[in-house]
């Protein structure tokens, strides 16, 4: 059964949409339409909290957590699992229940799609324009049209690859008409209209046969007037005026031309993504990532914004700080060369407090028994003195060891990791000038946690072969 709501609003709808993605988008549901849905849908990736310092994923959201909120593929209102589409209705849902959890502090918006229905753009855009709490958009290789209009709603814009795809800031209609081959397979169409409906349907049916003027005017100029100026208004200050190909529908690479025409703020990986809602939800609106890509200057965040996972912890009670949070940090620190600093749990600093307190006490104990005239009397009790003070001074000991040991574990994974490789080493051509050479391996710019969503999408099921 083919969800006609989908098929509606995607080939029957006006779209602010790339044409390369709408192409692709019109073959793949083509090839989707002609098969009939079974119970292994393939779906698509639900909501889903992080460890504001880990970017591991959680059951349940914790204190300080960040939301994650995944739309890929076409820009449409209604879900459909069996073609992996989640709706804007849907992903408004799922922000809104962000915006209601004390625990979350603020969301991902992992924005991936070339662009869709014009109508679909509305419902999710109202709820963005109510929310309190930090949302960043990260796209990995395209963000145009429809999903531009929809990551203009958010704080920050952050782009994984420096090639991919930006803008095509426009709007469009494309229909087909069918009526010919119809008729060549022995349909006859009838087409009766009421004497005083002289004008109903005259714009579609003139721009089917050619003259698309009136459909222009009436429909698609006014869409698209409201959607540029949905975008200047909600980006402007950040855009380039001086370049009128923005608002004209063309495309532009990510780096340098996207971010040097203010459409998206840096190049940056899920993590980093993850780290701005952390700065943002803490009141740091100055915050901003090195958006540079070259082979001596890996993408990171500045130095007041290097400690993300120091960052994650802005604003969780001292109660809720688990263990694997303070190691984290610890590991910020080591990989930053910063010695003679080691971050501890207070719990941990109450029972070396509680040490040195029995060590003082023992010490004072001691002092008051060597005092006494009674040689043998004071023999054994100073034996007994010394021998708490020993205990007590072990056990003190015994939490600077630990903490020194595990700053230098941290130490040596850090030496151990070596140099990374980038993303896209270069090599040289016969005159000299650098060419991008491809390479499977992972780059070191692809955090955890971009290796956990893509962990989550691989679980999803595959369309099932006809």
């Given at each position: 059964?083919?969800?006609?709501?989908?098929?509606?609003?995607?080939?029957?709808?006006?779209?602010?949409?790339?044409?390369?993605?709408?192409?692709?988008?019109?073959?793949?549901?083509?090839?989707?339409?002609?098969?009939?849905?079974?119970?292994?849908?393939?779906?698509?990736?639900?909501?889903?909290?992080?460890?504001?310092?880990?970017?591991?994923?959680?059951?349940?959201?914790?204190?300080?957590?960040?939301?994650?909120?995944?739309?890929?593929?076409?820009?449409?209102?209604?879900?459909?699992?069996?073609?992996?589409?989640?709706?804007?209705?849907?992903?408004?849902?799922?922000?809104?229940?962000?915006?209601?959890?004390?625990?979350?502090?603020?969301?991902?918006?992992?924005?991936?799609?070339?662009?869709?229905?014009?109508?679909?753009?509305?419902?999710?855009?109202?709820?963005?324009?109510?929310?309190?709490?930090?949302?960043?958009?990260?796209?990995?290789?395209?963000?145009?049209s429809a999903a531009y209009r929809i990551a203009a709603n958010t704080d920050y814009i952050l782009m994984y690859h420096q090639h991919g795809i930006v803008g095509s800031?426009?709007?469009?209609?494309?229909?087909?008409?069918?009526?010919?081959?119809?008729?060549?397979?022995?349909?006859?169409?009838?087409?009766?209209?009421?004497?005083?409906?002289?004008?109903?349907?005259?714009?579609?049916?003139?721009?089917?046969?050619?003259?698309?003027?009136?459909?222009?005017?009436?429909?698609?100029?006014?869409?698209?007037?409201?959607?540029?100026?949905?975008?200047?208004?909600?980006?402007?200050?950040?855009?380039?005026?001086?370049?009128?190909?923005?608002?004209?529908?063309?495309?532009?690479?990510?780096?340098?031309?996207?971010?040097?025409?203010?459409l998206i703020d840096a190049l940056g990986n899920l993590s980093d993504a993850i780290a701005m809602v952390s700065a943002l939800a803490n009141g740091d609106t100055s915050?901003?990532?090195?958006?540079?890509?070259?082979?001596?200057?890996?993408?990171?965040?500045?130095?007041?914004?290097?400690?993300?996972?120091?960052?994650?912890?802005?604003?969780?009670?001292?109660?809720?700080?688990?263990?694997?949070?303070?190691?984290?940090?610890?590991?910020?620190?080591?990989?930053?060369?910063?010695?003679?600093?080691?971050?501890?749990?207070?719990?941990?600093?109450?029972?070396?407090?509680?040490?040195?307190?029995?060590?003082?006490?023992?010490?004072?104990?001691?002092?008051?028994?060597?005092?006494?005239?009674?040689?043998?009397?004071?023999?054994?009790?100073?034996?007994?003195?010394?021998?708490?003070?020993?205990?007590?001074?072990?056990?003190?000991?015994?939490?600077?060891?630990?903490?020194?040991?595990?700053?230098?574990?941290?130490?040596?994974?850090?030496?151990?990791?070596?140099?990374?490789?980038?993303?896209?080493?270069?090599?040289?051509?016969?005159?000299?000038?650098?060419?991008?050479?491809?390479?499977?391996?992972?780059?070191?710019?692809?955090?955890?946690?971009?290796?956990?969503?893509?962990?989550?999408?691989?679980?999803?099921?595959?369309?099932?072969?006809?």
């Open positions: 059964m083919i969800n006609e709501l989908i098929v509606n609003e995607i080939l029957l709808s006006p779209l602010c949409i790339e044409p390369h993605f709408a192409q692709a988008l019109a073959m793949s549901h083509l090839l989707s339409f002609s098969q009939p849905k079974s119970s292994a849908a393939p779906g698509y990736i639900k909501s889903y909290t992080v460890n504001a310092a880990t970017g591991k994923q959680q059951t349940a959201p914790q204190p300080g957590a960040v939301g994650i909120v995944v739309i890929e593929g076409a820009i449409v209102s209604a879900s459909d699992p069996w073609y992996g589409l989640k709706g804007t209705l849907e992903a408004a849902q799922e922000l809104q229940a962000f915006e209601a959890d004390p625990n979350i502090i603020g969301t991902v918006l992992v924005l991936e799609s070339g662009g869709g229905a014009v109508y679909a753009i509305k419902p999710i855009a109202d709820v963005m324009n109510q929310l309190t709490k930090p949302v960043v958009t990260y796209s990995r290789t395209i963000l145009a800031l426009g709007t469009m209609a494309s229909f087909s008409d069918m009526q010919p081959m119809f008729e060549k397979w022995g349909m006859k169409f009838n087409e009766y209209y009421a004497s005083a409906s002289v004008l109903k349907n005259k714009t579609y049916n003139d721009a089917k046969n050619g003259d698309g003027k009136a459909l222009i005017e009436k429909v698609l100029n006014p869409m698209n007037d409201q959607f540029i100026g949905d975008i200047k208004s909600l980006r402007g200050d950040k855009l380039d005026a001086k370049t009128p190909a923005i608002y004209q529908g063309e495309t532009f690479m990510a780096s340098p031309q996207a971010i040097n025409l203010g915050s901003s990532i090195n958006s540079t890509h070259t082979k001596s200057n890996n993408p990171m965040w500045s130095i007041k914004n290097k400690f993300s996972a120091l960052a994650g912890l802005a604003g969780v009670a001292a109660g809720s700080i688990t263990a694997e949070q303070v190691d984290a940090v610890n590991k910020e620190v080591v990989e930053a060369k910063i010695d003679g600093a080691t971050f501890v749990l207070d719990s941990e600093l109450q029972t070396a407090d509680e040490a040195v307190s029995a060590n003082a006490s023992a010490l004072t104990a001691l002092n008051a028994v060597l005092g006494k005239g009674n040689e043998k009397q004071t023999l054994a009790e100073a034996v007994t003195a010394v021998a708490a003070l020993n205990l007590t001074a072990t056990e003190a000991t015994a939490e600077i060891v630990a903490l020194k040991a595990d700053r230098d574990q941290w130490k040596a994974k850090a030496v151990s990791y070596g140099a990374k490789p980038d993303a896209e080493p270069t090599g040289g051509k016969k005159d000299g000038t650098d060419v991008i050479e491809q390479t499977n391996a992972k780059p070191s710019f692809y955090s955890e946690a971009d290796a956990e969503l893509d962990a989550i999408r691989a679980k999803m099921p595959k369309m099932p072969a006809k």
